[in-house]
């Protein structure tokens, strides 16, 4: 097994940014080839993406209800 | 298309997402509300300048967080909120966590918040709730949130930093219940 040379703290920097959509190609792949063999990079990856889908999925999504889309629209046409 | 179509076309879709960011800023149905339809009345007024067909979304959400900031904020209906510099400068993270621990018990026990997760996200400071709202629940880019908020993309990624760091605290019980690694 090859081991990538890498430092942990400049890959962890980078894991918020991997997840958040804003590395770019080159050094998102950098980051999947050293989670995939550096357990402390990995372990580090999955408590942030953990942390960012228990956010997006758990948060409970209020809608605008119906009454206030029919206000809004009256008060333009009104204008 | 004349400006109401234009309105009800390209800026009225976005009232879901617009209500649930509005929602979790003041916690209140009503003052989502009134905040949602101040900010749809606002960028009816300024129509003109906005480019159909470019980032209808970015550009209401940061009208309805300079609503919020503006008038929202001001008026008597919130306490007073804690400038997050001053208590990130002042408190080590981990004690920010301790100290909210029993708001956020007594908050689940009243049922005042909701669930797990709004009472920690609304637990933070509102700059950090923002950031996260933008980027974990809206999904924009660090530079659409830089443009919402109107601060450097590198106090986005740093105040995002700050924020997760608080919420992975707080949410680590909830996490591992969840059948997440913690």
Redesign the interface.
């Known amino acids: 097994m090859r081991t990538i040379k890498h430092s942990c703290k400049d890959i962890q920097a980078k894991i ?2 991997y997840l ?3 590395l770019d190609r080159f050094t998102r792949q950098n980051v999947d080839e050293v989670i995939s063999e550096c357990p402390f990079c990995k ?1 580090e990856f ?3 993406s ?7 999925v ?8 119906d009454q ?2 029919k ?3 009256s ?3 009104g ?1 | 298309m004349n400006e ?1 179509e234009l ?2 076309s390209e800026l ?1 879709p976005h ?2 997402a ?3 960011f509005a ?2 800023l003041t916690y209140n149905e009503d003052d ?2 009134d905040l ?2 101040e900010a ?2 606002k960028a ?1 007024k300024y129509i003109h300048n906005y480019q159909p067909g470019t980032n209808a979304k970015a550009w209401l959400f940061r009208i309805l967080k300079n609503t919020f900031i503006n008038d929202y904020r001001k008026s008597s209906r919130l306490p007073d909120t804690i400038d997050y510099q001053e208590l990130v400068d002042i408190h080590m993270e981990d004690e920010i966590v301790a100290s909210y621990q029993n708001d956020l018990r007594d908050d689940l026990f009243n049922g005042t918040m ?2 797990e ?2 009472a920690a ?1 609304n637990s933070l400071p509102v700059d950090f709730k923002t950031v ?1 709202l933008l ?3 809206e999904g924009f ?2 530079e659409e949130i830089s443009k919402i908020l109107e601060i450097p993309i590198g106090t986005v ?1 740093s105040r ?2 700050r924020a ?1 760091n608080v ?2 605290n707080k ?1 680590q019980a ?2 591992e219940s ?1 059948g ?3």
């Open positions: 918020e940014l958040d959509g804003e372990s999955d408590n942030q953990s942390l960012k889908k228990i956010l997006h758990g948060l409970k999504r209020r809608e605008c209800t206030l889309r206000n809004i629209v008060k333009i046409r204008l | 109401q309105f009800e009225l009232a879901d617009l209500y649930n929602f979790h989502a509300n949602v339809q749809f009345l009816y909701g669930d997760i709004s996200l996260i980027c974990d629940i880019s660090y990624r995002l930093h997760r919420l992975k949410l909830y996490a969840m997440y690694k913690s």
